[in-house]
């Protein structure tokens, strides 16, 4: 089947901007989880929800950053006022409930804030 | 000090070397330990994870945990060129309901034939 679709494939936002990146899970998975990864970096974890429920979003690293997962399957992360330093990889990845350990990750969205 | 140590590489071996790929971590509450491959400009495939202690076989890769040293090892035998890549270590504590992946900075592989 389909693995976990990200888009857009790159975004370049000037400083400023809102940006919108959309993560499509795995059919049939509960659990979907949002990262930053920097250049040479791991992922980083934003944000976890189990259907539409977010569960923990501490990793956000300030109020500009929102998600959202209203019917529990497809996820939108927005960043508001982007600014240089949000400039990274943002990977999804999603798995059955409980298998926190067998996450299976989308391509990516790289942004670039100019 | 990051709870979770990974040297960046690059590594390069030749074609049919032994790898080895490690991470420390500082937590030893940490019970899950998986390593991901990441291949350029894609997201990270899970490759194997260990429960706790022990080795775990797959194929060409074994994977070691070593809680008391709190360590672990990758071993790649036989490397082929298409296995350059990143690898990245990840670990869970799971205890207290804590689900989230800590991960390593990745260790860059090169293969060359």
């Known amino acids: 089947g389909a693995g976990v679709s990200q888009s857009p494939r790159y975004k370049v936002a000037k400083r400023g901007q809102d940006v919108a990146l959309r993560c499509d899970p795995i059919?049939?998975?509960?659990?979907l989880f949002w990262y930053q990864q920097a250049l040479g970096q791991g992922p980083e974890f934003l944000t976890y929800?189990?259907?539409?429920?977010?569960?923990?979003k501490s990793g956000l690293p300030s109020d500009r950053f929102f998600a959202e997962r209203p019917e529990g399957s497809v996820s939108t992360l927005k960043i508001q006022r982007t600014q240089q330093e949000d400039s990274a990889v943002y990977l999804c990845?999603?798995?059955?409930?409980?298998?926190?350990?067998?996450?299976?990750f989308g391509p990516g969205t790289r942004l670039t804030v100019l | 000090q990051k709870e979770v140590e990974q040297d960046p590489g690059p590594l390069s071996v030749p074609e049919g070397a032994i790898v080895s790929l490690n991470c420390t971590y500082s937590?030893?509450?940490?019970?899950?330990f998986m390593w991901y491959r990441q291949y350029s400009r894609k997201g990270p495939e899970l490759l194997m994870y260990?429960?706790?202690?022990g080795n775990k076989e797959d194929g060409r890769f074994t994977a070691q945990v070593d809680k008391s040293s709190k360590y672990i090892s990758l071993f790649i035998r036989d490397s082929q060129p298409s296995d350059s890549a990143t690898y990245l270590c990840?670990?869970?504590?799971?205890?207290?309901?804590?689900?989230?992946?800590?991960f390593g900075r990745g260790t860059s592989l090169i293969v060359h034939p």
């Open positions: 260990t429960y706790s202690s």
């Open positions: 929800f189990q259907n539409e429920a977010q569960l923990d």
């Open positions: 990845a999603s798995s059955f409930a409980g298998n926190y350990n067998e996450q299976f």
């Open positions: 059919s049939g998975h509960v659990s």
């Open positions: 990840a670990m869970i504590l799971a205890a207290g309901g804590s689900y989230i992946p800590t």
């Open positions: 937590n030893s509450a940490f019970q899950y």
